[in-house]
């Protein structure tokens, strides 16, 4: 009796990287918002192991050579599409500005390590809270750089929003009836570089508003990382370390974390609404707080978790407003 033919099989589920193209299939079935909720979702947790790597790594680098890392191991990562492009991907009528652009960023990159870092050891969950009031600063600076209409309302949820900032900023001062001690009341060094950071890249983001119609992303981001890996050559030979076999590997998985958190975010904000996925950029608050709590054994106190509710209040508030003024014309 001849034997019953088996039944042929799926050779696409077989097949060598199958899992990855199926991986890849499911992801394109999804919505875009959704799409872009778990690409922020993977920007939150790329930049806390970012940030977590920076924060071990400064105990024995400065935090300005690993600033100048991760902005030339960025320049190396886009040496592809430079070699494929060509000189033309540098071409601009506006380096000035471009200048000034990578000026904020390379700033904002240098105070954010350095707050974290051990000179000041800012717990990384009070440092994400504080980054929040980046939408509070880039108001400002569009509606006097940019010439952006800002109606009362916003005014109004700018300044809460910078409320916010000083409870975590001066909690013994503004938050005087809760019992942390006398040490509260002194201004935070650490979280004075936070804001300072929040502040640089809120200029950057607002200078890239004015440079995306004549530049593509990509554009951006390389002449970003070259200008950034300049700037840095500098104040890194100075700083120059070696951090042994070990701390190499670190500074690239810190480098990567970063670009990919970046890559996630960029590409987060291409698939979905932003009015529907900016607050999913404040997930980064719990993993900083986890990642503390792990790692370093801290917890965020009371007046970081009430600072950073009245700064994401403000901030969604703005959001809002700035989504429905997109629409037909309303008195802000």
């Not at 947790?45 to 600033?67: E, R």
């Not at 000179?119 to 400002?140: D, E, G, Y």
Request: glycine letters at 10%; a positive charge; charged letters at 10%.
């Amino acid at each position: 009796m001849a034997a019953e033919p088996s039944e042929p099989k799926d050779e696409a589920s077989t097949a060598p990287g199958s899992g990855k193209r199926g991986a890849h299939r499911w992801f394109a079935g999804l919505s875009g918002n959704l799409q872009g909720a778990l690409l922020m979702v993977a920007s939150g947790v790329g930049f806390t192991v970012y940030l977590v790597l920076a924060k071990q790594m400064s105990a024995t680098v400065h935090p300005v050579f690993l600033a100048f890392w991760r902005a030339a191991i960025g320049l190396l990562f886009t040496a592809p599409l430079i070699l494929r492009v060509g000189p033309s991907i540098f071409r601009t009528a506006q380096l000035p500005l471009i200048f000034l652009r990578s000026l904020f960023g390379t700033f904002g990159f240098i105070l954010s390590l350095i707050a974290v870092s051990d000179f000041f050891s800012l717990p990384l969950a009070q440092f994400n809270a504080l980054s929040f009031s980046r939408p509070l600063f880039v108001t400002i600076l569009a509606a006097l750089l940019l010439g952006e209409i800002v109606g009362p309302r916003r005014w109004g949820a700018v300044m809460v929003g910078f409320f916010g900032v000083l409870v975590m900023a001066v909690p013994g001062v503004v938050l005087f009836w809760l019992p942390q001690g006398d040490s509260a009341i002194s201004f935070d060094l650490g979280a004075a570089l936070a804001i300072a950071s929040a502040f640089a890249f809120a200029g950057a983001i607002v200078l890239v508003k004015q440079l995306s119609g004549g530049h593509s992303p990509a554009q951006l981001l390389i002449w970003a990382n070259l200008l950034s890996t300049l700037l840095l050559l500098g104040p890194a030979v100075w700083y120059w370390s070696d951090p042994g076999l070990a701390g190499w590997g670190l500074i690239l998985a810190m480098s990567i974390a970063g670009l990919g958190a970046q890559f996630c975010y960029i590409t987060a904000m291409s698939r979905g609404d932003a009015s529907f996925l900016a607050p999913m950029d404040y997930l980064r608050l719990p993993m900083a707080a986890l990642a503390d709590w792990l790692l370093f054994r801290l917890l965020p106190g009371v007046y970081v978790w009430a600072g950073a509710a009245i700064i994401v209040g403000s901030t969604l508030y703005i959001a809002w407003r700035e989504a429905r003024m997109r629409g037909p014309r309303r008195d802000d």
